[in-house]
């Protein structure tokens, strides 16, 4: 891996971002750690180490990804790897609506977070590699064992733009073959966060860790881990798939 080749991780200052940025790192990426906490984001780029940067960025704001493209390529060099963790939900264990309870303001701030926010960066992610190639360009979206189950603690509007990146991934998968650019998502189970204590009650988790049929929760290392296969060399004929990473807790 040349000395320059560089890994964007968005919401890399959570618990599954700060794992994958770690990892990376450890794999001798540059890491451009981005997150809408920018301070969260620049600490843990310092904890890696030299050569690793951290960004403020409001992914879901079209401005703010084409300021945050143009600062990494310009400071760090072009981005070969993108991936897309930013995401998430606003229910709590007190707030769990159901369809008909979900306020629109609340579906489209769920939209803006996990799918606006995955188009805006994967789209300015190819247009920077249509002018400055790269070689094994990857990009790795993050859906979730909800948007194929439906339901759960998560929450309808979760569920359904979750299940949006899946769509969108196949077709960036299918657009970026033309330039060796290849495009997988994972969709994680349930992962020792703490946006998982934050939407599930400790009852909960634990109902979740027994129902599993490895009988635990599964860590924020292991979905590094699987990202770091599928931005590797290793992974150059894998596209347009989701890999799950749930313990065997939705088999297909």
Not at 74 to 103: D, Q, W
Not at 221 to 235: G, N, Y
Request: glycine share 12%; proline share 4%; net charge neutral.
């Amino acid at each position: 891996m040349s000395e320059k080749r560089v890994a964007m991780v968005t919401g890399g200052a959570g618990g599954i971002g700060r794992a994958t940025s770690a990892r990376l790192a450890k794999d001798g990426w540059h890491v451009a750690v981005v997150d809408l906490d920018g301070v969260s984001a620049q600490r843990v780029a310092a904890g890696l180490g030299q050569g690793h940067r951290g960004f403020p960025c409001d992914v879901s704001d079209e401005a703010q990804v084409l300021k945050l493209f143009a600062e990494v390529e310009s400071g760090m060099g072009p981005v070969a790897a993108l991936v897309c963790h930013a995401g998430g939900t606003s229910h709590t264990p007190e707030h769990h609506p159901r369809i008909a309870e979900t306020s629109l303001e609340e579906w489209t701030s769920t939209e803006a977070l996990n799918s606006r926010s995955t188009f805006l960066c994967v789209r300015e992610y190819f247009r920077c590699r249509a002018r400055q190639p790269v070689e094994h360009g990857r990009i790795v979206l993050t859906s979730s064992m909800a948007a194929q189950r439906g339901g759960g603690p998560a929450g309808v509007a979760y569920s359904a733009f979750k299940a949006a990146v899946l769509g969108f991934m196949r077709t960036a998968a299918a657009e970026g073959a033309r330039a060796g650019i290849t495009c997988n998502a994972i969709a994680p189970g349930a992962i020792e966060t703490p946006a998982l204590t934050r939407t599930n009650t400790a009852e909960a988790v634990e109902l979740m860790a027994r129902a599993n049929p490895l009988r635990r929760i599964g860590q924020p290392a292991e979905i590094a881990a699987t990202v770091a296969f599928l931005v590797s060399p290793d992974a150059s004929y894998i596209t347009g798939v989701t890999l799950d990473v749930n313990g065997g807790s939705a088999m297909r």
